[in-house]
Structure formats: C-alpha cells, structure tokens
C-alpha cells in the first residue's frame, strides 16, 4: 500500500512562509499526477497544485505567484514553498498522487495564517 506522509504545517502570520513536504513511500514516477489539496472548515476540498502528464504544473487563482510546487525525484518527496500567506489560507493540506484509477492521500497538515 502507497503511503504519502506530509510535514512542515504550522502557525504562522500573514505574509510568512512555510514549506510542506510529502514523502511517498513508492518511486514519484509510479504517480501520473500529484499534487497538493486543502480543505478549510465547511469548504469542500480544493486543488492548490499539481504536476500532471509531463511535468506541467498547475496552480489555483487563489495561490498563483505566491506557492510554488516542486519535487525531488530521488528522494519520493513533493513540496509545496507557500509565500506571502493568508489568512485565508488557512487549512488541512493534503498531499495526493494518481497511479492509474487509484488515488492515494496524505494524513494531512494543518496551516494557521494568524497574527
């Protein structure tokens, strides 16, 4: 069973930073997709980021220009850099991957943007 294990949430204030990490516990390459979802109280989770076929990205309106989605191949492990946070930003963030039909989820990590 594929396991994605996230780190790197916190508490931080409005216009910080913060760096998730995801580690997988199979090769990156076996996903077709990956990427980064959150979901804040009474929201519906939501596509932050994603690399899909190709290595093309993806990113939200909401986030574009502030996060950036990376990953490092020979270590299994997705990032996900977040700048100038929000508020609104608040959130469990999740870290998903796509092999074939099956999709696999992190625990999650929660980011509070709070002063």
């Known amino acids: 069973q594929v396991q994605l294990v996230e780190s790197g949430g916190g508490l931080v204030q409005p216009g910080g930073s913060l760096r998730l990490s995801c580690v997988a516990s199979a090769s990156i390459f076996s996903f077709s997709a990956m990427g980064w979802f959150r979901q804040a109280p009474g929201n519906e989770r939501e596509l932050v980021a994603s690399?899909?076929?190709?290595?093309?990205?993806n990113y939200a309106d909401s986030v574009l220009g502030r996060f950036t989605i990376s990953r490092d191949n020979a270590k299994n492990t997705l990032f996900l850099q977040m700048n100038s946070l929000k508020p609104e930003d608040t959130a469990v963030y999740y870290c998903?991957?796509?092999?074939?039909?099956?999709?696999?989820w992190g625990q999650g990590t929660q980011v509070t943007v709070s002063s």
């Open positions: 998903w991957g796509r092999s074939g039909f099956r999709h696999y």
């Open positions: 690399f899909i076929s190709g290595g093309s990205t």
